[in-house]
Nanobody
Framework: QVQLVESGGGLVQAGGSLKLSCAAS????????MGWFRQAPGKEREFVAR????????LYTDPVKGRFTISRDNAKNTVYLQMTNLKPEDTAVYYC???????????????WGQGTQVTVSS
């Protein structure tokens, strides 16, 4: 069982930056692939980024490439999402999730946080 708690969301102007954190409980954090997903109002949840067990492999959805960076600190049981040059279309609830497989589909993720709101004003 893994419990995930996101933090770091908020209101920011376009062009600004935010860093999301996701703290995981349990002693098996390093055995999970970690991902970030987001869901905008009226839209389906979508994949944003994921990072492999030891952080050596990352993957991003095209709209955030070059602007977002996912990282993890296994000693602190925490995964991060650094977001720069934010755009109004990045507005969404952001969720972190844990998976035992290196995939981008939400159905492959077993544990989810409660989400944190990110709002980007124009």
């Amino acid at each position: 069982q893994v419990q995930l708690v996101e933090s770091g969301g908020g209101l920011v102007q376009a062009g600004g930056s935010l860093k999301l954190s996701c703290a995981a409980s349990g002693r098996t954090f390093s055995s999970y692939v970690m991902g970030w997903f987001r869901q905008a109002p009226g839209k389906e949840r979508e994949f944003v980024a994921r990072i492999s067990w030891n952080g050596g492999r990352t993957l991003y959805t095209d709209p955030v490439k070059g602007r977002f960076t996912i990282s993890r600190d296994n000693a602190k049981n925490t995964v991060y999402l650094q977001m720069t040059n934010l755009k109004p279309e990045d507005t969404a609830v952001y969720y972190c999730a844990a998976s035992q497989v290196l995939q981008t589909f939400s159905r492959n993720y077993d544990y989810w946080g409660q989400g944190t709101q990110v709002t980007v004003s124009s």
